[in-house]
């Protein structure tokens, strides 16, 4: 089958053009390395090359003009805005860069697009007008409104001026080179003539001033043109990757009278396309490697497999897994230095100085700083201690590194002290990099991370030449925005033959060439397509008023950038990352799910679900076989108690138990700087016990109910001072979960208030209320058990056990198939049941007792209220009164599950969740 390329040289071949004497325009330079070779294989002899020009190139050529850098760009406009503000009304350059950069794009947008900028900007103004009148009730208007209706009305004057000044200068941003190429296009399309003309080939989603210009040039009749696409997609007039290609032949005058060339209608052969699951980043690396393992190399012609990154993210994990027996491999993308670790931990050191305030650094930035693998290449021991004391001493601002532990000379100068300039802070990270130079030059199995941080030494170098001329520079801010703004264009580059060996690349590096083998990873919703999320200050109706693209033009652009991989391949394998919550939340793409539903007969579509391997052995769950110390340790909590959650910890996974309780190795300790859910939950239960505690024993009221709610606000912060161990106020993300655990106490007490109010008589009888009885097994002896019962009230004469939860649990969650009791210690998602039963169990040895109920009042399910302990009838559980028959049943599966505990013959397997 032959590729694109094939397939128009070999058409403009037999019409007789003479190959060398063509110009080309391609969607990238990438391609147009392989048309030189694609050229060469039609040719007898040697040629000059001819003139191929990417897409961009061909506009820059055809304007006359240079693009300029983000940068570079960024000052020339501000000089331009500086030409329309004075001194009073202008921002500072600080300030400028907070906005700037967007409104470039929106620039970018609006010229690329052809809108009429006097058009553009009246409906923009007369929409801020809008907003306007609506803000005429706020007599006077502030500072700040004023100054944004301003900035509206000014903002025609700012693009007037910036265009005025790029022009002149000949050095433009990429959208006014589309504007000044299409005010060129007839007059250049005169170069060409019948005999050699100009030949569009692959383009697909044209900005309208490239469909303008195209258009220009082929009515010049001096081009022709080819597209990349599948009649497939062409004759369904909904399919999103024939979307743009059907409506220029649908709208352009030119194909009334020329041959429309779709070059392809092999959507619908052979074949075999592999759906693959696996969990995480990493876990569609391993997968990719294990594709590349299982070829056979010598007969497997490398050039014609390619691995497509969705997410370009992935490239450094992905070379780690690829087979080290691939001899011959082209990294086409390169690897952007914003991309690299390297880069990630200088953007934790300028975070940590940027947000540093007066109580210090905020621990979280150092704790990203510190944990970096360059740290502790740095001074690794000095690091660790330091971690530790952070996290055990709960220090949430530092404001003083070296008060604490000596840190290697490298940090002392950036840790110790807070940056008050631009230019110290420049000092700082050009010290870092000196010490890591040291640590990386002498050793050969560093030199990919000394590669790094030669590009971040050369983007240190050129901020240190802007602040030497801008020296209005002040806020660290800026700093931090030009060293991200400048990573992405420090590319390390990969060596390697470009038509030679299996190809890495990006997504739109696959323009308009073809393999026979296509893997691509991260193929989920949310990176394929990409989404919704924009920066613009131009609202949608208005991008549709004007013909601007929205989110909807993307995702026809992703779907035909993968539809049209597809057509001409053989094998595909699309690997997509199905663990919930991460990047695409475990939902792989809906392209994966349209062919899923196409039923193409010859495709033959297979699912795979990965587990994700750290290395290559088959790695079973953990078994630890108990031995003397276990059965020493379980002796000593026999003694001192076994608890509800101890037994639940046991039941949800037998190695969490054994780590916790036997070992006693406690989750490493984290710093709590925002609240946790037990803190929160901590705080709610003191704070209830608080505010109920005077009124034991008594038959609660309207007037106890008042008396409740007006010290609810004052308990609450007592309770949150105490759980935190602070005598500060909430502050930051800690004030939305203070007022979430308000709204928790709130509505406890009206649900408490609502009982009474409907004529209930409720008795709180005790809080908090501890309790532990001894439990006799003939083959072990004397076990006890404890727990703590949160509250024990009687409401109209009925004992009720009740358990606070601040997490969601339903009916189900507390119920039990009558004849299944063994559930409750089969699995984990019957652990509330047994925890209820437990408390249950315990009252009912320490008190009279008869019957009683038991069960959660839940703080994310007040609409349930309180949720006893039931039983499942038909297909919905109702509740069951806790009496001596239900706790003997309880008590069969407790002996059971503590057996099991003590047996010698039963390993700790790890359970796999």
């Not at 000044?180 to 080939?201: D, G, M, R």
């Not at 590009?455 to 002040?474: A, D, F, M, P, R």
């Not at 308009?512 to 893997?519: F, G, K, M, N, P």
């Not at 409750?824 to 009683?852: H, R, W």
Request: net charge negative; hydrophobic share 35%; with cysteine.
């Amino acid at each position: 089958m032959n590729t694109f390329l094939q397939d128009v040289i070999g058409t403009l071949q037999n019409q007789g053009f003479n190959l060398s004497k063509l110009t080309y325009v391609v969607p990238s330079r990438r391609v147009a390395t392989f048309l030189n070779k694609t050229i060469a294989t039609y040719l007898d002899q040697p040629i000059f090359e001819p003139i191929i020009y990417s897409v961009e190139d061909f506009i820059s050529h055809t304007a006359q003009v240079e693009i300029a850098s983000d940068v570079d760009l960024l000052f020339d406009f501000y000089n331009s805005y500086l030409k329309i503000e004075n001194n009073n009304t202008a921002d500072s350059l600080d300030e400028f860069i907070t906005w700037a950069p967007t409104i470039l794009k929106d620039f970018n947008e609006i010229d690329r697009f052809l809108v009429p900028p006097t058009d553009f900007f009246n409906y923009l103004g007369n929409l801020k007008e809008l907003e306007q009148g609506h803000w005429s009730i706020l007599e006077p208007k502030t500072e700040m409104i004023e100054k944004y209706l301003h900035f509206w009305k000014r903002l025609e004057l700012y693009y007037n001026q910036f265009t005025e000044d790029c022009t002149s200068k000949g050095i433009v941003y990429q959208g006014l080179a589309y504007r000044l190429a299409f005010a060129k296009a007839e007059q250049q399309s005169k170069q060409y003539n019948k005999e050699t003309p100009i030949v569009f080939l692959g383009l697909n989603a044209l900005n309208k001033a490239e469909e303008e210009i195209i258009k220009i040039f082929l009515e010049s009749e001096n081009a022709t043109i080819f597209y990349d696409s599948d009649q497939y997609f062409q004759e369904n007039e909904y399919h999103e990757a024939g979307r743009f290609i059907r409506r220029y032949k649908n709208e352009w005058k030119y194909f009334n009278k020329e041959k429309f060339n779709i070059t392809s209608s092999n959507f619908n052969t052979l074949k075999n396309i592999n759906i693959i699951g696996t969990s995480g980043p990493i876990g569609m690396c391993q997968v990719a490697g294990k594709l590349i393992s299982d070829f056979d190399i010598q007969a497997t012609d490398l050039d014609k497999t390619a691995i497509v990154l969705a997410d370009e993210a992935l490239l450094l994990p992905l070379l780690s897994a690829i087979p080290n027996d691939i001899k011959h491999l082209n990294i086409t993308m390169g690897l952007t230095l914003d991309k690299t670790p390297l880069a990630s931990f200088f953007n934790h050191l300028i975070r940590l100085k940027v947000e540093a305030v007066d109580q210090g650094f905020y621990y979280k930035n150092i704790i990203a700083v510190l944990e970096s693998h360059f740290s502790t290449l740095l001074d690794g021991p000095a690091v660790k201690e330091l971690i530790q004391t952070i996290n055990r001493e709960n220090l949430v601002y530092i404001p003083s590194i070296d008060t604490h532990h000596n840190v290697h000379t490298a940090y002392t100068n950036v840790l110790r002290f807070k940056t008050n300039t631009t230019t110290n802070l420049i000092e700082e990270l050009s010290h870092i990099c000196n010490a890591l130079q040291s640590k990386l030059i002498d050793d050969e199995n560093k030199r990919l991370e000394l590669e790094q941080l030669l590009g971040i030494n050369s983007v240190i170098e050129q901020i240190k030449s802007i602040l030497t001329t801008q020296t209005s520079i002040t806020d660290l801010r800026t700093v931090q925005y030009l060293f991200k703004q400048f990573l992405p264009q420090k590319k390390l580059d990969f060596i390697g033959e470009p038509v030679k060996g299996l190809q890495v690349m990006g997504l739109l590096e696959t323009r308009a060439l073809d393999y026979e083998h296509i893997i691509m990873l991260s193929v989920n919703e949310g990176v394929l397509p990409a989404g919704k999320s924009t920066a613009s200050y131009i609202p949608y109706d208005m991008k549709i008023k004007f013909g601007l693209p929205t989110y909807t033009d993307k995702d026809s652009v992703y779907a035909y950038h993968f539809y049209r991989l597809l057509q001409r391949c053989k094998n595909a394998d699309f690997i997509y990352n199905s663990e919930p919550g991460s990047l695409g939340g475990g939902e792989k793409s809906r392209f994966l799910m349209q062919l899923e539903t196409n039923n193409i007969a010859n495709h033959k579509i297979n699912h795979r679900l990965y587990a994700n391997k750290i290395t290559t052995e088959t790695v079973n769950g953990l078994s630890i076989k108990k031995d003397d110390f276990y059965f020493k340790r379980l002796q000593q909590i026999a003694i001192s108690g076994f608890s509800p959650s101890s037994i639940t910890s046991y039941i949800y996974d037998p190695i969490d138990f054994y780590r916790s309780k036997i070992l006693k190795i406690n989750d490493v300790e984290e710093v709590e700087e925002d609240m946790a859910a037990n803190t929160m939950g901590t705080m709610i239960h003191k704070t209830l016990e608080a505010l109920y505690l005077p009124y034991i024993n008594q038959i609660l009221d309207e007037k106890h109910f008042k008396e409740i709610r007006s010290r609810i606000n004052k308990t609450i912060h007592n309770a949150y001072l105490d759980s935190y161990h602070t005598a500060q106020d909430p502050q930051g993300k800690n004030i939305i979960m203070y007022e979430v655990a308000q709204h928790y106490v709130k509505k406890m007490i009206a649900y408490d208030q609502n009982l009474v109010n409907s004529g209930n008589t409720l008795i709180i009888k005790k809080l908090e209320a501890r309790y532990s009885t001894s439990l006799t097994i003939d083959t072990i002896g004397n076990i006890k058990l404890h727990g703590e019962v949160d509250r024990i009230d009687e409401l109209n004469g009925r004992t009720r056990i009740i358990d606070y939860k601040s997490g969601m649990v339903n009916k189900s969650n507390v119920g039990l198939d009558p004849d299944n009791y063994e559930a409750l210690i089969d699995g984990y998602d019957k652990s509330k049941a047994f925890q209820v039963l437990m408390y249950a169990y315990l009252y009912s040895k320490n008190n009279p007792f008869t019957e009683c109920t038991a069960g959660i009042i839940s703080f994310k399910n007040f609409k349930d209220g309180f949720i006893p302990f039931s039983v499942k009838i038909g297909r919905s559980f109702q509740a069951q009164p806790i009496d001596i028959e239900e706790l003997n049943k309880f008590e069969e599966q407790l002996i059971q599950i503590i057996l099991e505990l003590y047996n010698n013959d039963i390993n700790l397997t790890e359970k796999d969740h």
